[in-house]
C-alpha cells in the first residue's frame, strides 16, 4: 500500500500524477463525475416560543433516521452484505446518541431551527473525531456528518442532498464520501472511486472493497488536479494508490492496456479457479483463503478457494463501543461457513491488544505491545470475549459435519496456552446446551506464531486438531525484529533459513501427532515462499485471494520432488535473500 500523499506531478502537459493510498484493489480509467460536498439552505432564526417544538421535532426526526438507516442495514443484509449492513447500524446509533441531540438542542436554545442545528452538532463532532490521532476514529467523522444531513432531511424534506447519477460508466471524485452516498452510486457504471481525504478503514473504503470497485483515498491536491469540470479523464491504481489526471495519449494507451489486461487475467484467472493446484510429480496443495470479512467471501471462493484457512475476525470488534454480541457474531460466521461448506472456514479469536488497541476494552498501554497481553493472553483476565466467540462459532456450526467449523487460537505459547483453548471451549460448549442452543462440532486448533509454541509441540499437538502457522510473527518472533518497523527489511523476510527450520519441525510433530498443519502467514501467498513450504511438507496454504491465482500457477509447474531437494540446501543458506534467490526460477526436473 502507498505511503502518505506525495504529489509528483509530472512536467508533461496536462497530465498530472498523484500518489494517495490504495483501498480498493484494481485499475480503473475513464471520465469523471466529481461529487462535491453539497451545501444545505440557510437556516431560519427561531424565537424562545419555538424553542420547545423544535427540540422535540429534532428528537423525533434523529428516530425517524436512525429507523430509516436500520431499514438500509436490513435491506444490504438480505443482499448478503452483512459487514457493510454494519455501517449503518452503527450510524442509526449515532442518530441515537444522545451527546449529538444535547448539542443540538443547545443550538436551538441559541436560536437555529431544529435542521440547521442538527447539521452543525454533527459538523462539530466530525471535526472533534477528525483532529484526533487515532485514524481509526478520525475516519468516522464522514459518518456522522452524513447523520446529522440524515436527520436534517427528515427535519425539511425540501432541502435533501441531491442523488448522484452516472449517466456513463464513470470515476467519482470527491473531498470525502458519506456512506448513504457511495451505497446510492449505480454500481454497474461506477468504474472507481478516488477521494481525496479518507482511509482505507473508511465506510467509503469498505464498501468499495465489498463491492470490488478499484478506490484510492488520502490523495492530497486531488480536488484541485481535476479542477471542477466533469468529464475530465483519470485513471487510479487501487493498490499503488497512483492516480493519474488528464493521462497524455502514450500513458493513456499504456493505461488502457492494463486495464485490458486486467480485464483478461480476472477472466483467466475465473477460468482457473477450478483447477487444483497439482504438482507435476501429482501432488494435490489444498489452496485456501485468508479473509477479514464476510463480504470477501465471494471474491476468495470464485478465485477458487477451498476453504477458509483464516478469517480474521477483529472486524467485527474495531470502531465500535461496545462488543459485538453473540448474535451478531454467529451470522457473521455462519455467512462465511454457508459460503464454503462443506469446505472447512478456520475462525481465528481475536487477535488484539497492545498495538491494535480496542477502545472498549481498556487494556493498558505496554512498553513493548508485540511481546505483551495480546490475543489469547487477554482470555486470562476477560474470559467471556473469547467464550462469545467460541459460542457464535459453534452456533454458526450447527447442523454442520464436524470439522467443517474450525476455531483457531492466536499467539499460543505452549501447551498450557492450548489447554485453556480447550477449557474455553468446554465452557462454551456447556452453556450453549445447557441453554439448549442448537449448535455443531468445532475443531480446535493453534497458531504456530511463536518459536516456543513449536519448540514443545510434541507436549500438546496430540490435544488439538489442527496447527496454522502464521510466518507473519513466526518471522517477527524468530528474528527479533518488529514486523513494522520498516528499517528492519532484511530480517522481516520470513523466507529466512531460520523460520524455515521452525517449519520443518512443525511439519514433523504434526506427522508425529496425526493433526493437520497448514500455513497461513503471508508467506504462503507468495511464489518463493508456497515453493519452499510445499518442499518442507506443507499441503494447506491459505492466502489473500487475490494470490491464489499466482501460487496455483507456479504450483503447477512444479515437482514436489525438487521442492524438497531445494528447500532441503535451503535450511543451510544465509539468508532470507539467498533462499530467495534459489526459489527464483522454476523449478525444473
Ligand atoms: C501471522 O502472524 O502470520 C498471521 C497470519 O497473523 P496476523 O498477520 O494477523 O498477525
Ligand atoms: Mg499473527
Not at 465489498?210 to 466533469?230: F, K, Q, R
Request: with cysteine.
Amino acid at each position: 500500500m502507498a505511503d502518505g500523499s506525495t504529489d509528483t506531478e509530472r512536467s508533461r502537459v496536462g497530465m498530472k500524477q498523484l500518489r494517495g493510498t490504495g483501498a480498493s484493489p484494481g485499475v480503473a480509467l475513464g471520465p469523471v463525475v466529481r461529487v462535491d460536498r453539497w451545501l444545505p439552505p440557510e437556516g431560519r432564526r427561531i424565537g424562545p416560543a419555538e424553542i420547545t417544538v423544535e427540540s422535540d421535532r429534532v428528537a423525533a426526526a434523529a428516530e425517524a433516521a436512525a429507523r430509516d438507516l436500520e431499514g438500509l442495514a436490513s435491506d444490504l443484509v438480505t443482499k448478503g452484505l452483512p459487514a457493510e449492513a454494519a455501517i449503518f447500524e452503527a450510524q442509526a446509533a449515532m442518530a441515537r446518541d444522545h451527546t449529538l441531540l444535547e448539542a443540538a438542542r443547545a443550538r436551538i436554545a441559541g436560536g437555529v431551527d431544529a435542521a440547521t442545528a442538527v447539521r452543525g452538532a454533527a459538523d462539530d463532532a466530525a471535526a472533534q473525531l477528525a483532529a484526533l490521532d487515532d485514524p481509526l476514529i478520525a475516519a468516522r467523522a464522514a459518518d456522522v456528518v452524513d447523520v446529522g444531513r440524515r436527520i436534517a432531511e427528515v427535519l425539511d424534506p425540501s432541502a435533501v442532498a441531491p442523488q448522484v447519477s452516472l449517466e456513463a460508466p464513470s470515476i467519482v471524485v470527491a473531498a470525502d464520501l458519506a456512506p448513504s452516498i457511495t451505497a446510492t452510486l449505480p454500481r454497474d457504471r461506477l468504474l472507481g472511486i478516488a477521494l481525496e481525504q479518507g482511509s482505507p478503514t473508511s465506510h467509503a473504503a469498505i464498501l468499495a472493497r465489498g463491492y470490488g470497485i478499484p478506490a484510492v483515498v488520502a490523495a492530497a491536491g486531488l480536488l484541485d488536479a481535476v479542477g471542477s469540470a466533469h468529464a475530465r479523464t483519470i485513471a487510479l491504481d487501487g493498490t499503488s494508490g497512483e492516480v493519474t489526471i488528464e493521462p497524455d495519449d502514450e500513458t493513456r494507451a499504456v493505461l488502457e492496456r492494463t486495464v485490458a489486461l486486467a480485464r483478461t487475467r480476472e477472466a483467466d484467472e475465473a477460468s482457473d479457479a477450478a483447477e487444483p493446484a497439482v504438482t507435476r510429480d501429482g501432488v494435490e496443495i489444498r489452496l485456501l483463503a485468508n479473509i477479514g470479512a464476510p463480504g470477501e467471501a465471494a471474491h476468495a471462493r470464485a478465485l477458487g478457494a477451498q476453504g477458509v484457512g483464516l478469517f480474521r475476525t477483529e472486524f467485527l470488534f474495531l470502531e465500535r463501543r461496545t462488543p459485538p454480541g453473540e448474535d451478531e457474531q454467529a451470522t457473521a460466521y455462519r455467512e462465511v461457513v454457508e459460503a464454503f461448506a462443506p469446505d472447512p472456514v478456520v475462525i481465528r479469536l481475536l487477535d488484539v491488544g497492545g498495538d491494535k488497541p480496542i477502545p472498549f476494552l481498556r487494556l493498558p498501554a505496554e512498553a513493548n505491545p508485540f511481546l505483551g497481553v495480546r490475543a489469547l493472553r487477554i482470555a486470562g483476565a476477560r474470559p467471556a470475549l473469547f467464550e462469545t466467540q467460541l459460542r457464535a462459532a459453534m452456533r454458526a456450526a450447527a447442523g454442520l459435519p464436524p470439522g467443517v467449523v474450525k476455531v483457531m487460537a492466536p499467539m499460543v505459547a505452549d501447551g498450557v496456552d492450548a489447554d485453556l483453548l480447550i477449557r474455553l471451549a468446554a465452557d462454551a460448549r456447556r452453556s450453549l446446551a445447557t441453554s439448549g442452543v442448537a449448535h455443531g462440532e468445532v475443531a480446535l486448533g493453534v497458531m504456530l506464531e511463536i518459536p516456543s509454541a513449536i519448540l514443545t509441540a510434541d507436549a500438546y499437538f496430540g490435544r488439538v486438531a489442527f496447527a496454522s502457522l502464521g510466518t507473519n510473527d513466526l518471522a517477527q518472533y524468530t528474528l527479533a525484529a518488529d514486523r513494522g518497523n520498516p528499517q528492519l527489511g532484511r530480517y522481516q523476510d520470513a523466507l529466512h533459513p531460520a523460520v524455515l527450520r521452525l517449519v520443518g519441525d512443525a511439519v514433523s510433530a504434526a506427522e508425529r501427532a496425526g493433526i493437520e498443519l497448514s500455513v497461513c502467514g503471508e508467506l504462503a501467498g507468495d511464489a518463493a515462499g508456497a515453493l519452499a513450504l510445499v518442499g518442507l511438507g506443507i499441503r494447506r496454504l491459505s492466502m489473500a485471494a487475490s494470490s491464489l491465482p499466482a501460487v496455483r500457477r507456479v504450483l503447477r509447474a512444479a515437482t514436489v520432488s525438487e521442492l524438497e531437494r531445494r528447500s532441503a540446501d535451503a535450511l543451510r543458506l544465509p539468508d532470507a535473500a539467498a533462499v530467495r534467490a534459489m526459489f527464483a526460477d522454476p523449478p525444473a526436473d
